[in-house]
């Protein structure tokens, strides 16, 4: 039985394309097959992570979107980028990084149904076990279809003011949209705090789930978007935060 | 490859403390130089020694040599003047027919001869048969001494000075100066000769006992190398060095070399020894003799085909070189030694702010530094690389000290606040929408659609 979880946050840089990207080689490490679905249009990134070059982008999400291909044909296999021994699989279906690809999105918009469809085929066509959607900051009408259309909801915030109140927000909505499973992920806590102290405060102030809550990382910061984290560092903190994490999902 | 245990070796001198290595290291250079200078030192010492000890054992041999000649020299020149007188000419050309004048003149001359040469045992005229017509000594008068290479030379013309022989008048070793005497015509009509004892010779050779240092010894050999004179044993007189070829073992019995009756001692045997004799010109060589060994030097004497051999025992100059190998064995210990104590000391003084270092770091990592530890470290003295880093680690261990009680001090309390108020008009924006309304609705129909998840 396969799974939709998306990965959202309510503002960008709180390392939610980096977090997917770590879930699906954790999730894949484990065996299972994994799809990621890059909905961030309007400022698509995480195949860097994945080692796919801006060359090998095409064809991409935008190509399905505008009928040119079938989402499964925009599926880009990258198992072998991640860096380490993989038992299962990772396809990747990347947003063109196209100037004009990204503009004509703004400027014409598209059928947001077109992604419920997408992600169903994508999961059937090439048996995915869980389908990864790595989704836009802020509440739009697509960031909501795939909250929607989700049987997991991961949200990511920092401990940072300005994410409290977003965050309060897209809890309150994902609950109106009845999400199965909803879980926080409180990501680079500052070395200042403690990070189990940090995750019940959070819990309580939401009354939600907190998964983990990753302490900041200095490695991660100087492996930038060079490569998966939680392979090249599998016993750091982060790595085991995110491990638990996976353990979640996968109830 | 390099071999297992010289790995090891090095490996294992890595992991020493830096004071030891310092140390092992001076020292070693110090036994380097040590042994390096005393090994040249010592070998220039000897050296030296031995070529000061060849001059000196040549000056002394020359010495002897010289007055030998001297002696020569001088007893041929006295008979020379005698032979020139003209009555000296009439009585060996007329033997007794000479005037009694004549005989008394040349019996004077003669006599005032052995008079003023204490070691002439006496001196006479012989005719040009070698008959002895006038002599100091009455008793070889009457007698021929044709048969002597004496006479036969000196009637050639030849200044001669003879070997050694026992003397047949007094059966001492004594040796003939013969002169020729010559008419106006310069034909030679007679012989002057002198017999003389060894006196003034065997002195002479024995006042080069011991000259040049104890031990040191000579020995004069003559042309066919008997020993004429020597320092080291009297029963070596007119002993042949090695045993004599049978030719001339007989011209010295012939004339008489060992008495009129004598027969030929024996030989020393001493082959080393003989080397020295008929050189032609200062030779050096070795010589052993009853377990001494000898720096020796033969020196021809002018005069006749005699070697004088001075000899000086190895022992006498090595013992100054030795002398000087204790000596600078002894200051190489000593350098050594001290070599040993300054790299210990400098070691000692180098290593010792690493160590408080390297404490420090220790206790830094265990997060055990105190600022007071981290302070004094600053705070060190001196201006080498060591101490300036040990400011500098102490001024950043300081630093890092602070920043971490700081950092602890402000350990945070989350807070989340969250406008209420403001989240429930942020969510009734986007819930109220006919957007959101479907899109729920048709989630909701979506979900009940599917099948139910199995129990995790």
């Known amino acids: 039985l396969s799974k939709i979880i998306s990965v959202h946050s309510f503002r960008g840089g709180t390392g939610k394309s980096n977090t997917t990207a770590n879930l699906a080689a954790l999730f894949a490490s484990s065996g299972l097959r994994v799809g990621v679905i890059d909905t961030d249009i309007q400022s698509p990134g995480i195949h860097v992570l994945f080692g796919l070059e801006a060359e090998n982008v095409e064809p991409s999400l935008n190509d399905y979107l505008w009928g040119k291909c079938s989402i499964a044909e925009a599926a880009h296999d990258v198992t072998d980028n991640l860096g380490g021994p993989i038992s299962g699989k990772v396809f990747l279906v990347p947003s063109s990084i196209r100037a004009g690809e990204i503009a004509r999105v703004l400027r014409e918009g598209y059928d947001v149904g077109l992604l419920n469809d997408g992600v169903n085929d994508l999961v059937n066509d090439l048996k995915l076990d869980i389908a990864l959607i790595d989704t836009h900051p802020g509440m739009n009408e697509e960031t909501l279809l795939s909250i929607s259309i989700s049987d997991a909801l991961v949200i990511i915030l920092r401990p940072d003011m300005q994410d409290y109140q977003g965050t309060a927000v897209t809890v309150d909505v994902a609950r109106k949209l009845e999400v199965p499973t909803m879980v926080l992920l409180v990501n680079k806590v500052p070395a200042v705090y403690n990070t189990a102290d940090v995750r019940a405060r959070v819990e309580d102030a939401y009354k939600c789930e907190v998964a983990a809550a990753l302490p900041h990382s200095d490695e991660l910061m100087a492996l930038a978007s060079s490569g998966i984290f939680a392979l090249k560092y599998p016993d750091n903190p982060v790595t085991t935060g995110l491990k638990i994490l996976v353990a979640r999902l996968l109830q | ?184 015509t310069g034909d030679v009509i007679g012989v002057l000769r002198a017999r003389s004892s060894l006196t003034t010779v065997t002195q002479i050779v024995a006042a080069a006992d011991g000259r040049l240092g104890s031990n040191a010894d000579g020995v004069l050999l003559d042309a066919n190398g008997l020993v004429i004179a020597n320092t080291l044993d009297e029963s070596w007189l007119l002993r042949p060095t090695v045993t004599l070829a049978p030719a001339v073992q007989a011209t010295l019995l012939t004339g008489s070399v060992w008495g009129p009756d004598g027969t030929t001692p024996p030989a020393l045997n001493d082959t080393e020894l003989a080397r020295a004799i008929g050189v032609k010109r200062p030779t050096v060589f070795d010589w052993a003799l009853k377990g001494v060994e000898y720096h020796s030097l033969a020196m021809p004497i002018e005069q006749t085909d005699w070697t004088y051999v001075a000899a000086l025992p190895f022992d006498t100059f090595e013992a100054s070189a030795r002398d000087i190998l204790h000596l600078a064995v002894i200051a190489a210990l000593v350098g050594i030694g001290v070599a040993f104590t300054a790299g210990a000391l400098i070691a000692q003084r180098l290593s010792m ?39 500098v680690f102490g001024r950043m261990a300081r630093e890092v000290i602070q920043r971490e009680v700081g950092l602890r001090s402000q350990v945070q309390v989350l807070t989340v606040q969250i406008d209420e108020a403001k989240r429930g008009r942020e969510v009734a924006e986007i819930t109220e929408s006919e957007y959101f309304q479907s899109l729920a609705q048709r989630s909701r129909e979506i979900r009940a659609r599917r099948p139910p998840k199995p129990a995790a």
């Open chain 2, 353 to 391: 702010p690493l160590q408080h270092l390297t404490a420090a770091a220790r206790l830094m990592v265990d997060s055990q530094l105190s600022v007071e530890q981290a302070t004094a470290l600053m705070q060190t003295v001196d201006n080498d690389e060591i101490a300036e880093l040990s400011r």
């Open chain 2, 1 to 184: 490859v390099t071999p297992p245990g010289h790995t090891n070796l090095i490996a294992h001198i890595n992991d020493w403390p830096i004071a030891a290595k310092i140390t092992v290291l001076c020292t070693a250079i110090a036994i380097v130089l040590a042994s390096a200078l005393t090994a040249i030192g010592y070998s220039q010492a000897a050296a030296g020694l031995s070529q000061q000890a060849d001059k000196e054992i040549e000056a002394d041999a020359h010495i002897v040599e010289t007055t030998i000649d001297d002696w020569h020299r001088q007893r041929l020149a006295v008979l020379a003047l005698g032979a020139i007188a003209p009555a000296m000419v009439h009585v060996a050309e007329q033997g007794d027919a000479a005037s009694a004048s004549d005989q008394a003149d040349v019996l004077a001359i003669l006599t005032n001869i052995a008079k003023r040469n204490p070691d002439i045992e006496t001196v006479g005229v012989m005719d040009s048969r070698g008959n002895y017509v006038l002599d100091v000594d009455p008793a070889s008068l009457g007698s021929s001494g044709a048969q002597y290479d004496f006479f036969q030379q000196a009637m050639l013309g030849h200044e001669f000075i003879s070997g050694v022989r026992l003397s047949a008048v007094t059966g001492n070793p004594a040796l003939y100066h013969t002169v020729p005497i010559t008419n106006a």
